[in-house]
C-alpha cells in the first residue's frame, strides 16, 4: 500500500540490549504488519555482542519472549526478519567499528535500493549519546551524500541543566537540530495526543479553559512496582528525574499550553517551550512548603509483599533517593494566573495508572444547598485516562428523582476501545513512524528540555542541601499524608485516587 514514508535503513545502536528486543523490534514489526514501512527497508542492528545475522534474527524474533508463539508461526514475521541485519562492534564510538558499519550499509543500501537515507536509534548508555554522534561524522554518516541521517536519542536528556546543554552542543555539533529526535515514549500514547484534539477541536471546552472557569489541574501517574533489581541505576535517578522532568512535564504541556496557530512541529513545540517558560519557580523555603517527597516502606502491594525501598538489591541503607514526589506549583501566565497545578508520582502505589484531572470552579451560588448539603461539594470534573484504560469522562451534578432538588454525581464517559475495532497503536510504534516521515511534533526540543531542567533543579538541589525533608509511604497506599496537605488552601479539593476503571460505581453514577 502506498505510503509518505521515505525508504531508508534504521540503524539500533544497542541492539542487544532489553529496549530493542522489549519495544524497538516489535514496534517495527507493527509498522510492517499495518503496511507502514516503505517498500524499500532494512534494519540493522549493531552491539557490541558477537552475532550472525541469523543469530541476531534468533535472538529478537524467534526466541524472543515479546512475540507469541503463533505468531512465529507465521508467514509474515518469517518475512519480516528476512530485513533484520547485524553488524557487532567492538567499540561503538571507535573510528574502524563506525567505518565498517558504513561499508555494511552501503552494501544493503545497494540490496534494498533504500539510498542513502538512514536513521540512527541509540539505545545505548547515556554517557554515549555524546561519543556516537561524532563517530558517525568522523565517516560522514551524519551527512550522507545524495540522502538524510536522523538521529533518536533516548532519555535521560542529561542529568541537569547543565548537562542538558553540554549534551545538546555536544549533538548539535554533528546533526542540526530538525534532525535530532528526543524520544519520549509518554507522547506516543494516544490520550496524551488527544489532549490537543479534546482542547482545540471542541468549541465548548476552550472557552471554559483557563482560571476564570477552572480552580485546579492534577496529574497522576502511580505505579505498583517497587525498583526490583534496578535499585542501583534507579538510586542515581529518582521520581524527579525519572518521571517529572520528562514525562509528566510533556503531559503538562499538552494541558496547559496555548493554542498553537497551526498544527505543526515548528508551532506546537514552540508553544510548549512558552509554557515551560511560565513555570514559577520553586527554590529556597518553598520546596519545603510546595514539595513532598517520599520513600516507600515495606508494604502489600497489588504484587504481592514488597521490601522497603532502603531494603531493595542495589539501595544503600542511608539513601535519601525518592521514590515519590508531589507538588504545587503555579503557570505565571495569562491564561493560568492563580491557578494551582498539583503533580504526583511514585512507586508502590495501589494501581498503575496515568490521569489528568481538570476541576471546574463551582457555581458562584448554591441555590440547592438547603435541599442537599451534597449540593456544595458537587464539584464538575474531567478526567482523562492516560494509561491503562484509555478515555475520559465528565462529571457533572444531576437532580435525584423524587421530591426536593436532591444533587447527585453523574458521569459520561467515552473509551478509546469504542472508537475503533483495532488496536490502539503502541507508543513507539507511534514515534517511529513521526522520525520516518521527519515529523518531529511529539519529540522534545532541545532547548524546552534545558527549560525543564531549569524548573526541577532548585527543587534537586534543596533536597540535596537539606533542606527539605524526607518523608516515608507504606507500599501499596497513595503515598504520605504530608502530600494530602498540599491542597489545604483549595475549597473541597484533594487528590483524585483513581480505580481500576476510569468509570467508578463508588464514586458517581453511570448516566
Not at 332 to 349: E, S
Amino acid at each position: 500500500m502506498p505510503n509518505s514514508v521515505p525508504s531508508h535503513i534504521l540503524i539500533i545502536f544497542g541492539a542487544s540490549g532489553d529496549l530493542a528486543q522489549r519495544k524497538l523490534i516489535p514496534a517495527v514489526y507493527d509498522l510492517y504488519r499495518g503496511g507502514y514501512l516503505p517498500e524499500h527497508f532494512a534494519l540493522l542492528g549493531a552491539s557490541r555482542t558477537d552475532y550472525t545475522d541469523e543469530q541476531f534474527r534468533d535472538k529478537v524474533v524467534f526466541d524472543s519472549e515479546f512475540f507469541t508463539a503463533e505468531q512465529k508461526e507465521q508467514a509474515q514475521l518469517k518475512e519480516f526478519s528476512k530485513l533484520l541485519f547485524y553488524q557487532d562492534l567492538k567499540v561503538y564510538d571507535g573510528k574502524e567499528d563506525i567505518d565498517k558499519l558504513k561499508a555494511r550499509l552501503d552494501v544493503l543500501s545497494q540490496e534494498f535500493r533504500t539510498g542513502s537515507n538512514y536513521i540512527f536509534y541509540l539505545s545505548t548508555p547515556p554517557k554515549l549519546y555524546s561519543t556516537i554522534p561524532g563517530a558517525l561524522a568522523a565517516s560522514g554518516l551524519n551527512a550522507p551524500e545524495g540522502g538524510w541521517a536522523r538521529l533518536v536519542v533516548e532519555k535521560p536528556f542529561g542529568y541537569d541543566e547543565a548537562s542538558a546543554k553540554k549534551l545538546n552542543e555536544d549533538i548539535q555539533s554533528f546533526f542540526p537540530e530538525n534532525d535530532i529526535y528526543r524520544i519520549d515514549h509518554y507522547l506516543g500514547k494516544e490520550t496524551v495526543q488527544n489532549l490537543l484534539v479534546t482542547r482545540f477541536a471542541n468549541g465548548f471546552f476552550e472557552p471554559l479553559w483557563n482560571r476564570n472557569y477552572i480552580q485546579s489541574v492534577q496529574i497522576t501517574a502511580a505505579e505498583t512496582v517497587g525498583v526490583g533489581s534496578r535499585g542501583g541505576y534507579y538510586d542515581g535517578s529518582g521520581a524527579m528525574r525519572d518521571m517529572i522532568q520528562n514525562h509528566l512535564l510533556q503531559v503538562l504541556a499538552h494541558v496547559a499550553m496555548e493554542p498553537p496557530i497551526r498544527a505543526d512541529a515548528v508551532s506546537i513545540r514552540g508553544e510548549k517551550m512558552k509554557l515551560f517558560q511560565s513555570l514559577r519557580p520553586i527554590k529556597g523555603e518553598t520546596v519545603a512548603k510546595q514539595v513532598v517527597r517520599a520513600q516507600y516502606t515495606a508494604g502489600d502491594t497489588k504484587d504481592g509483599r514488597v521490601v522497603s525501598y532502603r531494603d531493595a538489591e542495589g539501595v544503600p541503607d542511608d539513601s535519601t533517593t525518592e521514590t515519590y514526589v508531589a507538588m504545587k506549583f503555579f503557570i505565571d501566565n495569562w491564561r493560568w494566573a492563580g491557578v494551582p497545578f498539583f503533580i504526583r508520582t511514585g512507586k508502590c502505589l495501589p494501581l498503575k495508572v496515568t490521569e489528568v484531572v481538570i476541576t471546574f470552579k463551582n457555581p458562584p451560588q448554591a441555590i440547592f444547598a438547603e435541599f442537599d448539603d451534597y449540593a456544595m461539594k458537587c464539584d464538575n470534573q474531567l478526567i482523562i485516562r492516560i494509561q491503562p484504560d484509555e478515555g475520559m469522562a465528565m462529571e457533572f451534578g444531576m437532580k435525584v428523582p423524587g421530591e426536593g432538588f436532591r444533587v447527585k454525581n453523574v458521569d459520561m464517559d467515552f473509551f478509546y476501545r469504542d472508537l475503533t475495532t483495532q488496536d490502539v497503536p503502541e507508543s513507539y510504534s507511534r514515534l517511529l513512524l513521526d522520525c520516518m516521515k521527519g515529523d518531529p511534533t511529539l519529540y522534545a526540543r532541545g532547548d524546552s528540555v534545558e527549560v525543564a531542567w531549569a524548573f526541577t533543579d532548585p527543587i534537586i538541589e534543596a533536597w540535596e542541601k537539606g533542606e527539605a525533608p524526607l518523608t516515608t509511604y507504606e507500599a501499596g497506599t497513595w503515598g504520605p499524608a504530608e502530600a494530602d496537605a498540599l491542597w489545604s488552601d483549595v475549597p473541597n479539593g484533594g487528590w483524585r485516587n483513581p480505580a481500576e476503571s476510569l468509570v467508578d460505581d463508588k464514586h458517581y453514577t453511570k448516566l
